[in-house]
DNA sequence: AAGTTTTAAGAGTATTTTATCTTAATTTAA
DNA sequence: TTAAATTAAGATAAAATACTCTTAAAACTT
């Protein structure tokens, strides 16, 4: 899998926050239940995101989680860097360690293109133009597609 | 990582038997040796793309594997689908089971484009092309660069 | 035929990832 | 000021991945 599990569940919540941008803090427990992701799992995710400063948190009742900048500000990129580190974008298709910096292996410039065009479409790519997207034309974001855009 | 630690030693090692065309089956304790992974995990792989077709193996002395069809006829994309699965090539960004059955991801578009990036430069590259490229190139196929191309 | 070399196969261990549980700290509201 | 709601943090557990060990089977050499 390109992305971890964590690094889904990161992307599909902050899609969910941005489709609930304005509505203030949004309850993890509530995000937990309507896109099925288990809350303490879910929980951990979102500190990583909060202390990395895409979102900003708030204890107690009507607490909850929320963007910090504007939904249309965050790229993809930025969550996955967040979550699963950039790795992915600088290292090896063969695995091999220090890319670039000792001699490439046979692979190189067909995976650097290629990582970089992962890399391109995450960074062209924000969280309110998704979710604009996914509410106009009724996209899921949960596996059962039970999920309801507002 | 978007390659399993087993895919990526089984590109190496198709790798290394590419190079080595035509001089029959090439023990997998040498390969092993050369190449530094681990013998019984690098047999278990061999094993997969042996019982794949992609390699045939030999037992007792003057034994091992090697490539069934010429290498320039073997695409990394073969020895991919062999180890990790066509998953890769198939599935959804966000983790979502059923892509393009029932109703899609907001993500759809611009990661199935991705995705068909990355199994194109995977189907476009065969093993003796990179082979003789790291032998002209004197490029690495091992973490401390240390194995020579004959 | 016996001994050696080599792959095959399955069991076992270690590490990482994914997920859960428990307790604490903070904030709101009655 | 007390109770309820909520995130924070750390410990624990389960599952998946990565790796190792042991024994068996096959094939070559003498
Ligand atoms: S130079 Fe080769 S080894 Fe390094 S990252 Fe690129 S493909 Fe991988
Ligand atoms: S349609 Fe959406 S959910 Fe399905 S594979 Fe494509 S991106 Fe993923």
Redesign the interface.
């Known amino acids: 899998?390109?992305?971890s599990?964590a690094c889904?569940y990161g992307?599909?919540s902050s899609?969910f926050l941005a489709s609930h941008e304005g509505d203030g803090y949004i309850s993890i427990r509530e995000m937990s239940e309507k896109l099925d992701i288990s809350f303490h799992f879910l929980t951990k995710i979102l500190q990583q995101l909060t202390s990395a400063g895409l979102m900003e948190s708030h204890k107690g009742p009507k607490g909850g989680v929320r963007l910090t900048k504007s939904g249309s500000e965050v790229s993809?990129f930025e969550i996955v860097a967040a979550i699963d580190g950039t790795?992915?974008f600088t290292e090896c298709?063969?695995?091999?360690?220090g890319c670039g910096v000792?001699?490439?292996?046979?692979?190189?410039d067909?995976?650097a293109?290629?990582r970089d065009?992962?890399r391109l479409?995450l960074e062209g790519?924000n969280l309110v133009e998704?979710?604009k997207?996914?509410k106009k034309?009724?996209?899921?974001?949960?596996?059962d597609?039970g999920f309801e855009w507002i």
Chains 1, 2 share one sequence.
């Open positions: 899998m390109l992305l599990k889904v992307l599909r899609l993809l790795e992915l298709a063969l695995g091999l360690p000792k001699k490439p292996c046979p692979l190189h067909k995976w293109d290629t065009g992962i479409m790519t998704l979710a997207k996914g034309e009724n996209l899921r974001i949960t596996e597609g």
